[in-house]
C-alpha cells in the first residue's frame, strides 16, 4: 500500500504566474485535503474534496482552486501568485472526510 | 470560529524527564489529532481523540481528551533525544471538514 504522495517537490515561480500542485491519495481514500504552512505556523486548511465534490473551504481566495479526479487523486491550482503564497502546501486523504487524515511530503512553493 | 491554543510553544527538556503539553480549543469538537513534524518533514500522525475521557498511549507519550473542558495534552515519559520535534494539536469542526491546528509546540530533548 502507498502512502500519499506529491508532486513537485520544489517549485519556484515569479509574482503574478500561476501554478498547479498534485497529490495522489492513499489506496482506497476518497478524501483529499490542502493545507498551506507557513515557515514556522501550523497548517492552514485550503479546502477538502470528498468523492469529487468539494466538502468545505477555509479563508483562502477564489484564485486558490482545486480538482479531484475519479481516482481520486487531487490538484491545487492557484492564480496570480504573490508573494506570501510562499508556504510548503501539504496535501492528506483519509479514508472518508471525518477519519484521521495523512499526509503527504508537501510541496515547497517559493514566489519570487 | 474554532480557535486552538497549543503551550509551550517553545519546550527544551533534559532526558529523562517528564512534561505535558497543553492544547485547548474555543468551540464544541467531536475529534482531536496530534501530530508530529520533524524539520523540513511532512506530518505524522501520532493520535487521534474522539470522546470525553479517551487516553491513547503510544511508548514514551501519552494524549488525552476533556471535552468538556475543551482540553487535550500530550503527555511525554522519560523523554529521549528522539523526540525531538515539533508536536501539533489539531481539532475538527463538528460535522464539518475543517482541521484548525495549533501553532506547534517545538520541542527539543537535550543529552
Redesign the interface.
Known sequence: ETGVTQSPTHLIKTRGQQVTLRCSSQSGHNTVSWYQQALGQGPQFIFQYYREEENGRGNFPPRFSGLQFPNYSSELNVNALELDDSALYLCASSLEWWDTQYFGPGTRLTVL | ELK?EQNPLFLSMQEGKNYTIYCNYSTTSD?L?W?RQDPG?????LF?LLSNGAVKQEGRLMASLDTKARLSTLHITAAVHDLSATY?C?V??TS?????????TQLTVNP
Open positions: 486552538v475529534r489529532y501530530y518533514k511532512s506530518l505524522e500522525s487521534v501539533f489539531a475538527g469542526e464539518g471538514s475543517r482541521l484548525t491546528f495549533g501553532e506547534g
